[in-house]
């Protein structure tokens, strides 16, 4: 007589992975392509992945305050420009990047934008932004960073571009920074004041 099989399942995993199946079938209908920030606005390109224009790219230039949360998506391709420009000089390959999070060359790069160039095993990222020198800024653009490739730290800029497209997609749809409230005056005492002084002037 064959003894049974018995297969032991983690629910929590088990969850997980259904969730992550209906995550993958959701499919998105723009993909973006660019993302720039100035003065706290955002402006962006994306393609379309649905529909009869499928293919075309379009551009916007949003309106509304930028949340800080994709102000600090942002700030996290700082280390990665940095690194692009050979500032770590006296750091391997060993590096962890983390580290070189907190050396103060990174204090000087600031990345503004960020571009995706190419289609599928050629797709590459284009980080551009400036670092400050002794006589001002210097604006430029990093080397290209293939995101099948090669590059030192690909897995984590891949994680932080994944996160920084998040955030570009939620301010497309309205994710912006908290807008002040309107502050309501109510003058009805003060007009009563004044009439009830009206009145009695008028009696005496």
């Known amino acids: ?81 940095a690194h692009l420009d050979d500032a770590f000089t006296g750091n391997d390959n060993a590096t962890e990047l983390e580290r070189l999070r907190d050396e103060p060359e990174t204090e000087r790069y600031f990345v503004n934008s960020f571009s995706i160039q190419g289609v599928e095993e050629n797709r590459s990222l284009v980080l551009s932004g400036y670092k400050d020198v002794s006589n001002g800024v210097i604006k430029f653009s990093a080397p290209k960073v293939k995101l099948n490739g090669s590059y030192l730290y690909l897995i984590q800029l891949t994680a932080v571009l994944d996160n920084a497209i998040k955030e570009v997609e939620l301010y497309m749809n309205g994710k912006s920074a908290p807008q002040p409230e309107q502050v309501h005056m109510d003058f009805a005492s003060e007009d009563n004041a004044f009439e009830n002084a009206k009145f009695e002037e008028e009696a005496v």
């Open 1 to 81: 007589m064959s003894k049974e099989k018995v297969i032991t399942i983690n629910a929590d995993k088990f969850l997980k992975a259904i969730d992550n199946g209906f995550a993958n079938q959701v499919s998105k209908e723009v993909e973006i392509k660019s993302a720039s920030l100035k003065d706290a606005l955002c402006s962006y390109s994306y393609e379309l992945l649905t529909g009869k224009t499928k293919g075309d790219g379009l551009s916007r230039n949003g309106k509304h305050i930028v949340h800080e949360d994709l102000e600090i998506a942002f700030d996290k391709f700082d280390v990665f420009l």
